[in-house]
């Protein structure tokens, strides 16, 4: 499946809660003008702005959880390259890179306000 039509698939079923808002309740009628179809492409627009940002920060907490569970790895097999001397500048590089990601993942990210 193509992600573009996966992202279609996710808009469309995070607007449905506000297509059934839009609807009429009970034996109510309700004639189509301009200012019900402008309230029910508003609901849908807004269902489908809220489904994404909530995408979005789901997609940053995995990405942080991810980077938590790589930079111990990074460190350790950065300072055996390191003390062993079989590639000094990797090692360095990868202890360096590791700390970056540390400070990152355990407090930039919670510092803006999305915890894990």
Known sequence: MKL???I???LFISAMPAVAIAEPVGNQTQTITA???DNF???ILSGAA???ARFGIMVLR???NIISATYGL???AGAILWASNIDRQLG???VIGSVILLIFAEFAIPFIGIGR
Do not use: C, H, N
């Open 50 to 52: 809220e489904g994404a």
């Open 62 to 64: 995995a990405v942080v």
């Open 41 to 43: 492409v508003q609901g």
């Open 8 to 10: 279609f698939i996710m």
């Open 92 to 94: 360095k590089r990868l």
């Open 4 to 6: 573009r039509t996966t």
């Open 74 to 76: 990074l460190a350790i």
């Open 35 to 37: 200012d019900w179809f």
